[in-house]
């Protein structure tokens, strides 16, 4: 458990002064953000606030991926709205408890590894999706309390604080990186409100964030089996989604700050978050690509960024609920709005045409799937079969057999391409039985016996040339085909020609 609570993995210079105003930065918009979450889900927008600071406190100390930054999220929020509204916020602690387990025990088994099964079309349609989500999301702020689109002066005024905020964040870097330019941006917008006398919407507008420390608490639920068997299938939901954005969103931040982080101890940090969440009154949550983009894009990198934003995030809550209150939301819309345009991955725009059309129809449909419903785990899950089932597809016709007949009669097989359940329909089709000499061999030196499809293959081409009284070797097997043969030695019995040793790559991570 040590590797679990090391502070810091990465060997690097921490910039304290960039660290610590990121960290402030990030707090401010995570202040909205929570609240927003909270009340999609139907619950107090301190159970939103106390989530962002346990789940961000909690994996910024104990996660894989230094920088990153965890809180509420609508994902988790969307999954929690109807068990909220059926059955209350004690039934909400309890899943999210329960939900943490699941991501802690996924941890431990080392199951983080199988994001590398999810293909780069997946991962840019999530990001792009969650683009347009966060962009869309912003609109709200373009409505008056009544649902109704803004008019007149408060429209332009609004509009013109929000392009001035993200004309600031676009524009400073290029003067100086001395203070990030989000945080100058909204410290300029909040102090030209205040001093003007600027009437526009603040974040008190939207609810009261005064509060005290989260406080400890265990869910006041029955404990029997009607209601695990009630909250077990929204803690599976919530378990999958956590973990699919949080590990997406380390891979995402992988690639921005060429480092790797280690998705197994994400996976237990974030458990642990959650199990923590839903003792101490917070609605759960996982990573949050805004967020963590905001950070690094502020050039922090590591663990010190997150624990001041959650520090100050509480902060907040428990003695500055008065002065953020007073935060223009043009200020917090415009940065988020710039983290939006950040987050699309515009080079998928640009090379579209460039790609196979199987690669553009898996990131389309997780982008829809992701805006429309709102389901990553979905929205993911998709992309991976369709991939998956792409993938089969092509390797099903690239089996092909290179014949030939030696100088003693025999004649060979040489394979090429995998033989799996796709490819059975083409292996059986190369074979000219009746025609075929006395003796045959099929040389598997460029080809792999994948699955029992493959072995129910060579069962049925062995019982062939057995019925024609001919004799079938098989040459070249890799020691895990072999394996795969002596398992299902009740299937099939063929003379195995001895090769020299052939190592398999195994997965040593």
């Known amino acids: 458990m040590k590797q679990y609570l090391k502070l810091f993995d990465f060997k690097q210079q921490v910039d304290y002064k960039n660290e610590i105003l990121s960290g402030l930065t990030v707090a401010l918009a995570l202040v909205p953000e929570a609240v927003a979450f909270a009340l999609i889900a139907g619950l107090s927008p301190l159970t939103g606030l106390y989530a962002a600071f346990v789940m961000g406190l909690v994996t910024s100390v104990l996660g894989g991926r230094p920088g990153m930054i965890s809180g509420a999220t609508g994902a988790v929020a969307v999954v929690l709205v109807s068990l909220a509204s059926d059955y209350g916020v004690e039934y909400v602690f309890a899943t999210v408890v329960l939900a943490g387990i699941m991501q802690f025990l996924a941890g431990m088994l080392r199951l983080g590894k199988l994001m590398r099964l999810v293909p780069h079309p997946v991962i840019f349609g999530f990001v792009n999706g969650l683009a347009i989500i966060i962009f869309t999301s912003q609109l709200a702020q373009f409505k008056d309390t009544n649902g109704d689109w803004l008019t007149g002066t408060p429209l332009y005024i609004l509009l013109s604080l929000v392009l001035l905020t993200m004309f600031i964040i676009w524009g400073l870097p290029k003067v100086s990186k001395a203070i990030p330019a989000s945080l100058v941006a909204i410290l300029i917008i909040f102090g030209m409100v205040v001093l003007l006398g600027i009437d526009t919407k603040t974040v008190g507008d939207i609810a009261s964030i005064k509060g005290g420390f989260p406080p400890f608490h265990i869910p006041d639920i029955p404990i029997n089996w009607e209601t695990l068997q009630l909250i077990f299938p929204y803690a599976v939901i919530v378990a999958g989604v956590g973990l699919i954005e949080s590990l997406l969103t380390l891979n995402i931040v992988d690639e921005i700050t060429e480092t790797r982080g280690r998705g197994n101890k994400e996976a237990v940090a974030q458990g642990i978050a959650n199990m923590l969440s839903g003792f101490f009154s917070g609605m759960g949550g996982c990573a949050m690509l805004g967020q963590s983009l905001i950070n690094i894009s502020n050039g922090a990198r590591a663990r010190l960024s997150g624990i001041v934003a959650s520090v100050m ?131 598997f030196y460029e080809s792999r016996v994948v699955d029992m499809s493959a072995i129910e293959a060579l069962n049925k081409i062995t019982e062939r040339y057995k019925k024609a009284g001919k004799q079938l070797h098989l040459k070249h097997l890799s020691p895990d085909c072999r394996q795969l043969l002596a398992n299902a030695d009740a299937i099939i019995e063929v003379n195995v020609l001895e090769d020299p040793t052939y190592k398999v790559m195994t997965d040593a991570i």
Request: aromatic content about 10%; overall charge negative; proline content about 3%.
């Open 313 to 443: 995030l509480l902060m907040f809550v428990m003695f500055g609920s008065a002065l953020i209150e007073k935060v223009p939301m043009a200020a917090l819309t415009g940065l988020m709005i710039m983290v939006s345009i950040g987050t699309f991955e515009w080079a998928s725009v640009r090379t579209i045409n460039k790609m196979p059309k199987s690669d553009i129809l898996v990131m389309v449909l997780v982008t829809l799937v992701t805006v429309v419903l709102h389901n990553l785990a979905l929205a993911v899950l998709l992309g991976v079969i369709i991939s998956a089932l792409v993938f089969a597809w092509d390797n099903s016709t690239r089996i092909r057999a290179r014949k030939s007949v030696d100088e003693k009669g025999v004649k060979h097989y040489e394979l090429y391409g995998p033989l799996f359940f796709g490819s059975v329909a083409a292996f059986n089709d190369k074979f000219d039985v009746g025609n075929d000499p006395e003796e045959v061999v099929i040389d």
